[in-house]
């Protein structure tokens, strides 16, 4: 499957042929005289000259054979390839796209389980991409168009709902640690959301946030830590618990105090004051 994505940065190449290439001109004039061709059977063919319309198409045929030894995938000398044998016989047009379509179904499904089929995931990819510019309403052509792309890395395939929303709580839990300042918990936690969903651009938007925040608070613990620890152990012993509670608040203001031991402390006063 890797090579398959490695071959996945080439899966346009060719298909368009874009004025900076090197075969633009050439492969444009081609173009060209092959539409060229194609109109002037269309026309020859509508005023009942047969013979002079299949001639033409013969030789857009022949140029767009010439097309394809030099850009394969090209969509647009594909279609037009497609677009005559439709205009040439349309009933058996019809045959012969549905056997192709099945046909580019199969190379494709056996190619996505081959860790060496990338090559044959293309064609078929690129065969069935051509089809859907004549017929994109064929049953089923869309969503297996879709699954290639997914196993080309050209898209990326949905979250489950499940997933999504883990992912949202995962986020959510990290605002909240960011707003009350810890953010070292935080980071952990919004690094877990993105993993879960790299595509939220609202995650890694906070992640920055959190991260600028660690770079520019670096907290130590208070010099008297240790005498404050104790006042609060003193006042709970004595059932002063709002007096514990004041002192715990304004230590808490600082991540750096928040131990365990300390939070214990925390707990115990909650509970005793019944919050």
Do not use: C, H
Not at 54 to 66: D, G
Not at 215 to 232: F, L
């Amino acid at each position: 499957m890797m090579k398959i994505v490695e071959n996945a940065l080439n899966a346009n190449n060719g298909r368009e042929v874009l004025p900076s290439d090197s075969l633009y001109r050439d492969v444009s004039q081609m173009l060209r005289s092959a539409k060229q061709s194609f109109e002037k059977g269309k026309s020859f063919a509508k005023s009942g000259k047969s013979a002079e319309a299949s001639a033409q198409f013969v030789e857009a045929l022949q140029t767009l054979e010439i097309l394809r030894s030099l850009v394969p995938r090209n969509m647009a000398a594909n279609k037009l390839r497609l677009e005559i044998q439709q205009f040439q016989d349309p009933a058996q047009f019809e045959i012969n796209f549905a056997n192709r379509v099945s046909q580019a179904k199969e190379t494709a499904a056996q190619a996505a389980k081959d860790s060496s089929g990338g090559e044959k995931l293309l064609q078929a990819y690129s065969e069935l991409s051509d089809l859907a510019e004549i017929n994109p309403n064929y049953p089923g052509l869309k969503n297996t168009i879709l699954e290639i792309e997914y196993s080309l890395g050209k898209k990326k395939r949905p979250l489950a709902p499940g997933v999504k929303k883990q992912a949202e709580q995962l986020a959510m839990e990290a605002q909240k640690l960011f707003q009350s300042g810890n953010y070292q918990e935080a980071f952990k936690k919004i690094n877990k959301a993105i993993s879960t969903d790299n595509e939220n651009q609202s995650f890694k938007t906070l992640r920055t946030k959190i991260s600028a925040r660690l770079k520019t608070n670096v907290y130590t613990r208070d010099s008297n830590y240790a005498d404050r620890y104790q006042e609060i152990v003193e006042f709970i012993s004595s059932n002063r618990y709002e007096m514990a509670q004041e002192i715990i608040s304004e230590m808490w203001k600082n991540p750096a105090n928040r131990t365990d031991n300390l939070t214990k402390l925390k707990n115990r006063v909650e509970r005793a004051l019944g919050k």
